[in-house]
């Protein structure tokens, strides 16, 4: 199963936005160069006990574990 990130009332992102930009939370990272993202999810079933995240541009992060807090 596929989950987006969450939007809010407005429709923008619920995630570390790209400034000017109420759609776009990634960015083109020079290489060599770092920055955080953050973006909220909804939570998958109780049974699901990792995840994969694909971001555009860059491999898949494979069998990322799920955590409770």
């Known amino acids: ?3 987006s990130v969450l ?3 407005n429709g923008s992102y619920i995630a ?3 400034q000017g930009w109420k759609d ?3 960015d083109h990272i020079p290489a ?3 920055m955080v993202v953050w ?3 909804p939570a998958p079933p109780a049974d699901v006990k990792a995840v994969t995240l694909q971001l ?3 491999p898949p992060f494979d069998d990322l574990a799920i955590q409770d807090f």
């Open 56 to 58: 555009p541009g860059v």
């Open 24 to 26: 776009r939370w990634y």
């Open 32 to 34: 060599g160069q770092d």
């Open 16 to 18: 570390a936005l790209r």
């Open 39 to 41: 973006m909220k999810f």
């Open 7 to 9: 939007k809010d009332e």
């Open 1 to 3: 199963k596929k989950y």
